[in-house]
T-cell receptor, first 114, second 111 residues
Framework: AQSVAQPEDQVKVAEGNPLTVKCTYS??????LFWYVQYPNRGLQFLLK??????LVKGSYGFEAEFNKSQTSFHLKKPSALVSDSALYFC????????????FGSGTKLNVKP | SQTIHQWPATLVQPVGSPLSLECTVE??????LYWYRQAAGRGLQLLFY??????ISSEVPQNLSASRPQDRQFILSSKKLLLSDSGFYLC??????????FGQGTRLTVV
């Protein structure tokens, strides 16, 4: 079965410190991988994606993510967190067997303290 | 540029009443369309997706149905709402090799 796991329900960091939000996947073939951010009572906003090429992808708002095929991971990172980064983050995957579907992780709540 | 419109933003409906949520996309053709439900501000549950007019795939058995009467219109419906239908409903679109683009969501409260 295709799946995406976000092992941490919540991540807490201090403003100015680096942040990492973890994502691992279990899919057949070469997946397309995505990160989204959601603020309260809003839709999901796209941050970045990996389809092919360089394993380190850069996205919106200073976020980046590293695709690691051997570890089947796609962790989201930012060198210096902002209080305004506090939100709910979702990892998602699109799989070659059925590009019509996106599989989402359960979400990780990021709390950046001043 | 492409935009997605989803309305209403909030809705309070009594148990047993009908439901119709509408989603439209502008600026693209032949998109895949999706309805998700999000409970308690966490995970997304895929309810329906559509790859073309009149083509609906249902992911979970439930009290809801979906229709796609036009290429860029996706409607979520129910004949009789249940309390358990409360939640945050999100519409999204994508093309075959792109990310999904989400609407702003509808907060449905069934009372």
């Amino acid at each position: 079965a295709q799946s995406v796991a976000q092992p941490e329900d919540q991540v807490k960091v201090a403003e100015g410190n680096p942040l990492t939000v973890k994502c691992t996947y279990s899919v057949s073939g070469n997946p397309y991988l995505f990160w989204y951010v959601q603020y309260p009572n809003r839709g999901l906003q796209f941050l970045l994606k990996y389809i092919t090429g360089d394993n380190l992808v850069k996205g919106s708002y200073g976020f980046e993510a590293e695709f690691n095929k051997s570890q089947t991971s796609f962790h989201l990172k930012k060198p210096s967190a902002l209080v305004s980064d506090s939100a709910l983050y979702f990892c998602a995957v699109r799989v070659p067997r059925n590009f019509n579907k996106f599989y989402f992780g359960s979400g990780t709540k990021l709390n950046v303290k001043p | 540029s492409q935009t997605i419109h989803q309305w209403p933003a909030t809705l309070v409906q009594p148990v047993g009443s009908p439901l119709s949520l509408e989603c439209t996309v502008e600026g693209t053709s032949n998109p895949n369309l999706y309805w998700y439900r999000q409970a308690a501000g966490r995970g997304l549950q895929l309810l329906f997706y559509s790859v073309g007019i009149g083509q609906i795939s249902s992911e979970v058995p439930q009290n809801l149905s979906a229709s796609r009467p036009q290429d860029r219109q996706f409607i979520l419906s129910s004949k009789k709402l249940l309390l358990s239908d409360s939640g945050f409903y999100l519409c999204a679109w994508s093309l075959l090799n792109t990310e999904a683009f989400f609407g702003q969501g509808t907060r449905l409260t069934v009372v």
